[in-house]
């Protein structure tokens, strides 16, 4: 039922969430965190994608997925032909049913999820929306597999400003599908409060990042490369030559070259 829910609202047409996919820039990865945070405002990556014209295909479905509401079903049916047609081998997933339905699950969930938020973003944040919803509230609505911390985050009420939102605006981690909503003077008295809430503060954890080691720091109940607000970045004017100077984009060193040559270029972004 809920992704039946999900896949309705991804269906109805969205703007703001188009044109935030539209202007990503189609780039190939090897793994999921070559790309990191807010760079995925601006980059489209599929993990271990490495063709740049079988990621711009990628692209291309995600895109139409959005701009028709095209299901999930719609998707897959293009994944496999573009697979079929670019020779892709050796991806996760390859090889069983469940596997490849995991794989397309993820990437057409995500995507769509992450570029919905993204749009919300973009709505949000117009001068006359903040000032007649100045405040933002946190909604929890994952049924199966509810992560603790973002149950407890459900009906969070803060200004749209505060600090917090910038690394727990949802989606949070791999399937939340947790939102955020606007709500103005008169939802804040329905939900019986005079004004808003103290920002949860829940602490930290580290994570190790698998394969180099290194110790990055997060909130916790945000997942490794999820304490981000997607749209954020985009909305700010945020360019990809400034997150690969920031590292967000951690690709090696052939792959991060070229990069940088397309962008000296002027590839967009």
């Known amino acids: 039922m809920a992704n039946e829910l999900l896949q309705a609202a991804f269906?109805?047409?969205?703007?703001q969430q188009a044109s935030f996919m539209r202007a990503k820039l189609a780039l190939p990865s090897e793994d999921y965190d070559d790309i990191m945070g807010a760079a995925h405002d601006r980059a489209f990556v599929v993990a271990g994608a490495m063709r740049a014209d079988l990621v711009a295909?990628?692209?291309?479905?995600?895109?139409?997925?959005?701009?028709?509401?095209?299901?999930?079903?719609?998707?897959?049916?293009?994944?496999?032909?573009i697979?079929?047609?670019h020779g892709w081998t050796g991806w996760t997933g390859e090889g069983s049913a469940e596997g490849v339905a995991w794989r397309t699950r993820?990437?057409?969930?995500?995507?769509?999820?992450?570029?919905?938020?993204?749009?919300?973003?973009?709505?949000?944040?117009?001068p006359?929306?903040?000032?007649?919803?100045?405040?933002?509230?946190y909604v929890h609505r994952s049924i199966e597999n509810p992560r603790l911390e973002h149950k407890a985050w459900h009906g969070t009420v803060l200004l749209a400003t505060d600090a917090w939102w910038r690394t727990h605006y949802g989606p949070n981690g791999w399937g939340c599908q947790c939102i955020v909503e606007a709500v103005g003077e008169r939802e804040l008295q329905r939900l019986g409060k005079t004004g808003p809430d103290q920002a949860p503060q829940d602490g930290t954890y580290e994570h190790t990042v698998p394969?180099?080691?290194?110790?990055?720091?997060?909130?916790?109940?945000?997942?490794?490369g999820w304490d981000y607000a997607p749209g954020a970045a985009a909305a700010g004017g945020v360019s990809l030559e400034s997150m690969?100077?920031?590292?967000?984009?951690?690709?090696?060193?052939r792959l991060a070259q070229a990069l940088r040559t397309h962008l000296e270029?002027?590839?967009?972004p």
Do not use: C
């Open 106 to 126: 993820t990437i057409y969930t995500t995507n769509l999820r992450v570029s919905h938020a993204a749009g919300r973003w973009a709505q949000m944040t117009q």
């Open 11 to 15: 269906r109805l047409p969205f703007a």
């Open 211 to 224: 394969g180099t080691g290194e110790i990055v720091t997060l909130p916790k109940g945000v997942q490794y």
């Open 57 to 81: 295909d990628l692209h291309a479905a995600v895109q139409q997925a959005i701009d028709d509401g095209k299901t999930i079903g719609w998707f897959r049916a293009q994944f496999d032909g």
């Open 244 to 253: 690969v100077d920031a590292k967000l984009v951690r690709y090696p060193a």
């Open 128 to 137: 006359e929306v903040l000032k007649s919803r100045p405040y933002w509230r």
């Open 265 to 268: 270029k002027g590839g967009a």
């Open 83 to 85: 697979v079929a047609r």
